[in-house]
């Protein structure tokens, strides 16, 4: 009996120092296997010709995605992240790379390597937001020639000295109205309210749509695209990219048929989506 309960406490002993042992092995394994996937993939692409920053890739499929989370959103302590990254990496010259959000990415928190970034746009392609949420031929997504292009004609549009007088006579009797009406409400949320009045312009200068409840609607569907934007790229029922995307969706039927009542009834308003559809463009 002794012999049988001395065998027993021997094998569970074994079987914990195992455990013990392979669990922390098996963790750093899975930890270390993301950036050694990427530094031999970048090796086998480029030989020895080119260098990756220093840094590390995080976890499979998540990168430190929660640790940039963490950080920068509930925490509120951005700068913890970066400093977490030279204490392991090093200052050096303020570029490390890990994963984000579904994609390998740099960061540069150095003047010079910011620098370096600005005045090097044709080498950077755009990888960020997600080009399904805010569309492949948004501002944000395109760069060069077609981006000045683009962003010429929203100028032009803007800066006619019609356009502008129907900003001011827009923004202006809102703004006071929408003081004079915080003053009687008491206590207030200022982001809040502040939030309502630029949205409500907003629109009367985009689409002059005033108030409504699809006005209200459309507020909530640009709050969960904006959500989306900011939410790991995983297009899956209940994931804020998957209610981003449906919401993305929403919008362009909503704008399409503004667009189209516009073009078939030769609808004309003093407004930036009349602008834009009588700008001339090559």
Same mark, same amino acid.
């Given at each position: 009996?002794?012999?049988?309960?001395?065998?027993?406490?021997?094998?569970?002993?074994?079987?914990?120092? $195992?455990?013990?042992?392979?669990?922390?092995?098996?963790?750093?394994?899975?930890?270390?296997?993301? @950036?050694?996937?990427?530094?031999?993939?970048?090796?086998?692409?480029?030989?020895?010709?080119?260098? $990756?920053?220093?840094?590390?890739?995080?976890?499979?499929?998540? &990168?430190?995605?929660?640790?940039?989370?963490?950080?920068?959103?509930?925490?509120?302590?951005?700068?913890?992240?970066?400093?977490?990254?030279?204490?392991?990496? &090093?200052?050096?010259? %303020?570029?490390?790379?890990?994963?984000?959000? %579904?994609?390998?990415?740099?960061?540069?928190?150095?003047?010079?390597?910011?620098?370096?970034?600005?005045?090097?746009? @044709?080498?950077?392609?755009?990888?960020?937001?997600?080009?399904?949420?805010? &569309?492949? +031929?948004?501002?944000?997504?395109?760069?060069?020639?077609?981006?000045?292009?683009?962003? %010429?004609?929203?100028?032009?549009?803007?800066?006619?000295?019609?356009?502008?007088?129907?900003?001011?006579?827009?923004?202006?009797?809102?703004?006071?109205?929408?003081?004079?009406?915080?003053?009687?409400? %008491?206590?207030?949320?200022?982001?809040?309210?502040?939030?309502?009045?630029?949205?409500?312009?907003?629109?009367?200068?985009?689409?002059?749509?005033?108030?409504?409840?699809?006005?209200?609607?459309?507020?909530?569907?640009?709050?969960?695209?904006?959500?989306?934007?900011?939410?790991?790229?995983?297009?899956?029922?209940?994931? +804020?990219?998957? &209610?981003?995307?449906?919401?993305?969706?929403?919008?362009?039927?909503?704008?399409?048929?503004?667009?189209?009542?516009?073009?078939?009834?030769?609808? +004309?308003?003093? @407004?930036?989506?009349?602008?834009?559809?009588?700008?001339? @463009?090559?």
């Amino acid at each position: 009996m002794a012999i049988a309960v001395g065998v027993g406490v021997a094998e569970w002993a074994w079987w914990l120092a $195992l455990t013990l042992g392979a669990v922390p092995l098996f963790c750093l394994a899975v930890w270390q296997s993301a @950036d050694a996937w990427y530094r031999a993939a970048f090796f086998l692409r480029h030989g020895g010709r080119r260098r $990756l920053p220093p840094g590390h890739m995080g976890l499979p499929f998540l &990168g430190e995605t929660l640790s940039f989370v963490w950080h920068f959103k509930l925490a509120r302590r951005p700068d913890d992240f970066i400093a977490a990254k030279r204490r392991a990496h &090093g200052a050096g010259a %303020g570029i490390y790379r890990t994963h984000l959000f %579904g994609s390998p990415a740099v960061i540069a928190c150095s003047p010079t390597a910011n620098k370096f970034v600005f005045q090097s746009a @044709d080498n950077f392609g755009i990888r960020w937001p997600v080009p399904e949420l805010i &569309g492949h +031929k948004s501002m944000v997504n395109i760069e060069g020639a077609s981006h000045a292009r683009l962003r %010429g004609i929203i100028l032009t549009a803007i800066n006619r000295p019609s356009s502008l007088r129907t900003i001011a006579a827009v923004v202006q009797p809102r703004v006071v109205a929408a003081l004079a009406a915080w003053a009687d409400m %008491g206590t207030i949320v200022a982001s809040t309210e502040i939030k309502k009045v630029t949205f409500a312009n907003i629109f009367k200068m985009f689409i002059s749509m005033e108030p409504s409840p699809l006005t209200e609607q459309i507020d909530q569907w640009f709050g969960s695209l904006m959500a989306g934007l900011r939410a790991f790229p995983l297009d899956l029922p209940g994931t +804020k990219f998957h &209610g981003a995307r449906k919401c993305r969706r929403k919008l362009n039927a909503v704008f399409r048929h503004e667009l189209e009542a516009r073009k078939k009834v030769d609808k +004309k308003c003093d @407004d930036l989506m009349s602008g834009l559809m009588c700008t001339d @463009d090559e």
